[in-house]
């Protein structure tokens, strides 16, 4: 195994099963860290057992909604736990580990229980092997000393057993990959659905109450959207797959639609665009959802026409003023 890190700008050929298979085998303690361009991975183990890992892209992000999802009275601003949150988010470049002290702390407080904490390192491991998975090229280091050992451990994961959970995630996408094709059929589907939908479907009677649309390949994300609109009284339509977004979009005729940015086979501007070009949706408000705060990224939302621009991580007060601005 490379101790040595090397030439940030000379990467290699990675090969990610493998090394996960060898640091499994051979009873690893330790955290393998790989770097690419833009980001990088840390996996620490014990044992050959997965104990923690992180992501630095939008880890906060990824973190906020998974404790939301756990304990959503953790996300209240007026909670010490989110000023806590919000603190550690604030110096992630300072402290290290900060993510993993974060979770210890609210063990410690009683926000979250060892069971919750152990779920949560679980479910994160899930979403961020899947990426680590992807990789072809990269460098990576390996270290011998566990920067955890003076924390508490609240599981050792079997490696293995994860990396085939991710497999099977990385083979159902590319199935679905698979049998899409380009954007000509996504618009023919549009077509299609239209004809046959002579009227709106709605989730509710009540007057008062507004449908939206929710379009993200995240669970996560959707389920977090859903908690922060549910208190409100709104219709909740959560869509994972973009393909079929189009039909379930024309079927539910909301009143706003969220919008990813960043989708497998066909990204949200591409799906704005081709919403927009339906009569049904040239005045409904559509609100891009996304980690990229660039000004080209805000350019190209207006270049398809959408209504706003919501940036991720957000509070269920930014989602409630975004979605009163544009639904009145």
Not at 226 to 251: C, D, G, T, Y
Not at 269 to 274: I, K
């Amino acid at each position: 195994m490379n101790n040595s890190l090397g030439n940030h700008g000379l990467f290699q050929k990675l090969h990610p099963f493998s090394l996960l298979a060898q640091l499994s085998s051979k009873q690893t303690i330790g955290c393998l860290r790989v770097f690419t361009e833009k980001y990088h991975w840390s996996i620490y183990l014990e044992d050959g057992k997965l104990t923690y890992t992180n992501y630095s892209d939008q880890l906060w992000q990824r973190l906020e909604i998974h404790l939301h999802r756990l304990n959503p009275e953790i996300l209240n601003s007026e909670n010490p736990a989110y000023q806590q949150l919000r603190q550690s988010s604030d110096s992630q470049n300072q402290v290290v580990n900060a993510d993993y002290q974060l979770i210890c702390w609210l063990v410690n407080e009683c926000y979250l229980t060892p069971a919750q904490a152990a779920t949560l390192i679980e479910e994160l491991a899930k979403e961020i092997l899947e990426s680590f998975l992807c990789l072809k090229q990269g460098n990576y280091q390996f270290n011998a000393d566990d920067e955890l050992t003076e924390f508490p451990k609240f599981c050792h994961l079997d490696l293995r057993e994860l990396v085939a959970d991710c497999q099977k995630q990385l083979r159902q996408r590319q199935n679905l990959k698979s049998a899409s094709s380009s954007n000509v059929i996504a618009t023919s589907m549009i077509a299609a659905v239209t004809e046959q939908t002579s009227r709106s479907i709605h989730l509710t009677d009540n007057q008062n109450s507004y449908t939206v649309a929710c379009i993200d390949d995240s669970p996560a994300i959707l389920n977090s959207i859903k908690h922060f609109l549910n208190e409100h009284k709104f219709a909740v339509v959560m869509i994972n797959e973009p393909l079929k977004a189009l039909i379930q979009v024309i079927k539910s005729k909301p009143d706003l639609i969220l919008l990813d940015v960043e989708m497998p086979n066909l990204d949200g501007y591409e799906l704005c665009s081709l919403l927009r070009r339906h009569t049904a949706f040239k005045n409904t408000p559509i609100i891009m959802v996304t980690g990229r705060k660039g000004l080209i990224d805000k350019a190209k939302a207006k270049i398809v026409k959408a209504s706003g621009y919501l940036t991720k991580p957000f509070s269920r007060a930014d989602l409630l003023n975004m979605v009163y601005k544009h639904i009145n």
